[in-house]
Every structure is written in C-alpha cells, then in structure tokens.
C-alpha cells in the first residue's frame, strides 16, 4: 500500500508539469517573437473666436520593415486625399472651417512585425560602452522563454 502511494505520488509529479521548476535550462526561440500593437496619431485642431480656419496637413502612414498593416483607419470626418511620396503612403487633409472648432484628425492602425530594425551607422549613435550604467541595470537582464511545448 506504501509503495502504491509512492507510485502515485511519483506519477502525479511527473505528469503535473512540477519537473518544469526543477529543470533550470534556459531556452531561447530560434525567431523572432511577433508583434503586434495598436498606433494612433495626428492632430487635436482647436480654434477660437471668429473668421475662418484653414487646415493643410500631411500625415504618414505606418510602415513596418517586416511585418504588415491591419485595419488601418483614418481618423476625423473630414475629406482627405491618399497621397504617394516617395515611397511612403500619406494622407493629405485640406479644408476650412468658420468659426470655433475642436478638430481631430489622424490615423489609427493594428501593425503585426515580427523584428525591428534599427540604423546602426545613424549619425549621433552611442557606443554600448557610452550607455549609463544606471539604463544597463535598469532595462538589460537575463532572458529567459519557458513557453517551448
């Protein structure tokens, strides 16, 4: 009878996932992690008093190095043209208004991207050994993934 509650014992261990704390190997994924967040931006418009307002404003719209737009939407129930600079996407707003406005105008949008990049030969860049040992302690670690099945 001892030796059956042992067993038991042994077995609901084994199977309960509790041989998972004990195992201390650190794993890492081979890919990147997806992203994927939701941006807003643009212009709050405010005006006062009389006369006339008029609006010319250009906005870009997102780009992710790797990785892709969803459910881009334009902010504000104003007329607006798409517009092509480049080869970047804008939106181009150009109207008027009378009199006291609150205006908002912008674009809202979900990115997924599955890495960054960034621009290591920028002018103004810091060396690692320049970065202020307080921001290292702060924000860099050991990292760790313990979601592998």
Known sequence: MRRCIILMFVIIFLLSGCIDIADREVRYRSAPISLEFSISYGYYINSSGEGRLVTDCL????????GSVLNLSIIGNYSHEEDVIG??????????????????????????TSSFATDLIAEGYVDISEIDEDLKRRFCGKQRIDDLV
């Open 59 to 66: 906005i870009f719209l997102p780009k992710p190095l790797n």
């Open 87 to 112: 080869d970047n996407q804008a939106v181009r707003w150009n109207f008027s208004e009378e009199g006291g406005k609150r205006i908002k105008i912008g674009v809202s949008a979900r990115v997924r």
